[in-house]
């Protein structure tokens, strides 16, 4: 069944109803085996490598992680204006904003890399990452490999973008599972086969997911994407600034979320060196079950606060949200503080001796994912409704502070230390954003608050 057809006899309600659970139940199953599938990468990969090798890839993804901020927000753009289009029935234009969106990704991803490529042996990455001089891969060569790949990804990677819009974040959830069934099934057959190299790690992390998404779009934009697939004719420039309009905000939104939260690497790297890398990313992938989880929850609702708004229905949105303020409360207050007592049992049973992580190491991080998962209910529901300024001014003194904090509080006490910088940030934010969002569920917002 086509998605249109459905559509238009859904109202916001039944998409609450339906939808949204239908989302939420496969999501979970999608996810909670993909979680399984990076729990078991980690100790793979580090066998295959090493620990110090494996964090050199971390912080070489990290790097080219900051250059997704450069579609100037015409993700968001899109995933908004695409599912008021749709909520409207206006579906030749959705189909322009999706030809419009592609054609400005990729002549954009073509910029990057032309760029990168004549800046890149100018730059000493061993020592900016604070590379061990035993280590003798060609880091320049290692990060053009990533950056095609990534510029690649840039583009196809819309797909989940547009999947999302159309209220199935479902099937762009089980795209991704499907990437990392892939990446799993080859790194066993690299750790058998091949001799361990980072080169080989690079390539495969980087090109795997980005090939299985690529052939997805193939199939779905010849099937049930048919009618809005991307199209040179269909490509109107008019439509970009419709678009941009929303994007730039989320650009500038995007920025200091990378800053905040992509950050991290290259601090512990430079300060502490690659192996803390690996520290601090095994106690982020334990505690970011508790992030998936609740994103996977989170994630249709964008869209629907979207159509929800569009069609004014507020009392829909003022239910959903309550409901999702309870789900975040014993988030925040049972399941996290389980998860750090049980935590050094889990790194035991799942990767032995290979790595230590100590017990103020897992208190920080369940602290982070209180925090990061409160911040993730506020946000999600203002880009839905696109009330975004407050956000924009926030991130503002978040550019400003968030890496000297970092580097003098990982100073003082390491890994932590850094963490602890993010958290400091997130309380800031969550405060002035949960206001924004009861003053808007009450229509008490005037001025910045509703903007």
């Not at 057959?189 to 795997?208: A, E, P």
């Not at 193939?218 to 008019?238: C, Q, V």
């Not at 409704?385 to 924009?392: T, Y």
């Not at 400091?424 to 949960?434: A, E, P």
Request: charged share 15%; glycine share 6%.
């Amino acid at each position: 069944m086509f998605f249109f057809g459905s559509l238009k006899k859904i109202n916001s309600k039944e998409i609450g109803s339906i939808q949204l659970k239908k989302n939420i139940t496969i999501s979970f199953l999608a996810k909670g085996l993909g979680i399984l599938i990076n729990f078991l990468l980690v100790p793979i990969t580090i066998a295959y490598v090493d620990q110090t090798k494996y964090g050199i890839w971390l912080t070489l993804a990290s790097i080219l992680t900051w250059l997704s901020f450069f579609d100037i927000g015409m993700g968001n753009g899109l995933r908004n204006k695409l599912t008021i289009a749709i909520a409207l029935k206006e579906y030749n234009d959705a189909k322009k904003y999706v030809s419009t969106t592609y054609a400005i990704l990729l002549a954009i991803s073509l910029s990057i890399f032309i760029i990168f490529s004549f800046i890149n042996p100018y730059i000493d990455w061993n020592n900016f990452l604070n590379i061990p001089s035993n280590i003798d891969e060609n880091i320049h060569l290692l990060l053009l490999i990533v950056l095609g790949a990534f510029c690649i990804q840039f583009v196809v990677q819309l797909l989940n973008t547009v999947l999302t819009s159309i209220h199935e974040p479902a099937t762009a959830e089980f795209v991704t599972f499907l990437g990392q069934v892939v990446l799993l099934i080859t790194i066993l057959i690299l750790k058998y086969t091949v001799t361990g190299s980072l080169r080989v790690l690079v390539m495969t992390f980087s090109m795997v997911p980005v090939a299985v998404i690529f052939i997805a779009g193939i199939i779905f934009y010849n099937t049930k994407l048919k009618n809005i697939a991307p199209s040179f004719k269909s490509i109107d420039l008019g439509f970009a600034k419709h678009i941009f309009n929303v994007g730039a905000v989320f650009f500038f939104i995007q920025v200091g979320a990378l800053i905040l939260f992509q950050t991290d690497n290259i601090i512990i790297a430079k300060i502490l060196g690659p192996e803390s890398v690996t520290k601090f990313n095994i106690a982020y992938k334990l505690f970011s079950v508790i992030i998936i989880a609740f994103g996977i929850i989170m994630t249709p609702y964008w869209s629907a606060f979207t159509d929800a708004y569009a069609r004014k229905d507020f009392e829909w949105i003022r239910n959903r949200i309550r409901h999702l303020r309870k789900i975040w409360l014993f988030t925040a207050f049972i399941i996290v503080p389980l998860l750090v007592i049980s935590a050094k049992l889990l790194f035991k049973i799942w990767l032995g001796d290979m790595v230590k992580i100590n017990n103020t190491l897992s208190i920080a991080m369940g602290s982070y994912a209180i925090c990061y998962t409160c911040l993730a209910l506020n946000c999600y529901f203002l880009n839905g409704i696109g009330k975004l300024r407050i956000q924009l001014l926030l991130y503002f003194p978040v550019i400003v502070t968030n890496i000297p904090l970092g580097i003098m509080l990982g100073k003082f006490w390491g890994i932590e230390g850094v963490v602890l910088s993010n958290i400091i940030t997130f309380i800031f934010m969550n405060v002035v954003l949960w206001i924004q969002t009861d003053r808007i569920l009450k229509d008490k917002a005037y001025g910045v608050w509703n903007l």
